[in-house]
T-cell receptor, first 112, second 116 residues
Framework: AQKVTQAQTEISVVEKEDVTLDCVYETRDTTYYLFWYKQPPSGELVFLIRRNSFDEQNEISGRYSWNFQKSTSSFNFTITASQVVDSAVYFCALNSNYQLIWGAGTKLIIKP | ETGVTQTPRHLVMGMTNKKSLKCEQHLGHNAMYWYKQSAKKPLELMFVYNFKEQTENNSVPSRFSPECPNSSHLFLHLHTLQPEDSALYLC???????????????FGPGTRLTVT
């Protein structure tokens, strides 16, 4: 069965702290893709990153970094030096066998 | 206009009304999607159109009827809805290359639907 688990329902940190959002997935496929999306209060889902199952290199984009570990079926997302504008709901998703499976999302609150 | 646009942004309708949601993508993509987002539930895929052909219909009630007249426009026709259909309806588009699984999807701002 395909499944994405974001166990953290809500995280609240003070601005400038680092924060990691967890994503654990289940799939029997050997080829799959993982995604992270951000949904700010305005409602629009914003694509952040796509990673395929053959590429286990970690990726950094400014204050954002992603840690893909196939051994633990995890694709965690870290925000360094968080800012108030990072407040949003973050979704992890798995594409496998032409289906896109979404996690329930983690609400991130950054307090000034 | 850029990206994916959706109209209206907010809609209140009675259970006997008929209304339509509109989505337009300005990205030159060949696939479009309708999603339903309810509070405290994962995002639910409703319909997928690939090159204007419907390829997915995830057991959506017939009171929701999609229409894709061309690769840039997608509609969701609504009739005799129920209060539990109140949700945020999101449209997305992507560029699906031959033989490739889903590429990243780009979303519109959504239509907040309230059924009274």
């Amino acid at each position: 069965a395909q499944k994405v688990t974001q166990a953290q329902t809500e995280i609240s940190v003070v601005e400038k702290e680092d924060v990691t959002l967890d994503c654990v997935y289940e799939t029997r496929d050997t080829t799959y893709y993982l995604f992270w999306y951000k949904q700010p209060p305005s409602g629009e889902l914003v694509f952040l990153i796509r990673r395929n199952s053959f590429d286990e290199q970690n990726e950094i984009s400014g204050r954002y970094s992603w840690n893909f570990q196939k051994s633990t079926s995890s694709f965690n997302f870290t925000i360094t030096a968080s800012q108030v504008v990072d407040s949003a709901v973050y979704f992890c998703a798995l594409n496998s066998n032409y289906q896109l499976i979404w996690g329930a999302g983690t609400k991130l609150i950054i307090k000034p | 206009e850029t990206g994916v646009t959706q109209t209206p942004r907010h809609l209140v309708m009675g259970m006997t009304n008929k209304k339509s949601l509109k989505c337009e993508q300005h990205l030159g993509h060949n696939a479009m999607y309708w999603y339903k987002q309810s509070a405290k539930k994962p995002l639910e895929l409703m319909f997928v159109y690939n090159f204007k052909e419907q390829t997915e219909n995830n057991s959506v009630p017939s009171r929701f009827s999609p229409e894709c007249p061309n690769s840039s426009h997608l509609f969701l026709h609504l009739h005799t809805l129920q209060p539990e259909d109140s949700a945020l309806y999101l449209c997305a588009s992507s560029q699906r290359a031959s033989g490739e699984q889903w590429s990243e999807q780009y979303f519109g701002p959504g239509t907040r639907l309230t059924v009274t």
